[in-house]
């Protein structure tokens, strides 16, 4: 994880993407989504890069001040909860916390 990001904190199993999952959605090769993930929209679970649904959709529709807040733990302003909304990746209390 890129030093003070939190990419995927709180853990939740339903926001992360494989690197093929997430090249099949952003339709970009499986390399190019782990260079994405070290450049921000992932990290490293049991050896194996986990993208961010809600960080991919950002970073495909361009917007970094959304992902800026991400990285910062903004899970609940409107414009960072529309994309987990997007990525039908639930908010709220049922999240597991980070492992």
Known sequence: MIEGRKIIIPFNRQEIASLKEAGEIAGRC???????????????????????RPALLMRLEG???????????????????????????????SQAKDR
């Not at 499986?30 to 961010?52: F, H, L, N």
């Not at 991400?70 to 987990?84: A, H, L, Q, T, V």
């Open 30 to 52: 499986a390399e190019t989504m782990r260079m994405w993930a070290e450049d921000g929209i992932g990290r490293k679970i049991g050896g194996k890069w986990a993208i961010s």
């Open 63 to 93: 917007n970094t001040a959304a992902l800026k807040a991400y990285w910062k733990g903004d899970r609940s302003s409107p414009e960072i909860s529309r994309y987990f909304e997007m990525a039908g990746v639930p908010l709220g209390s």
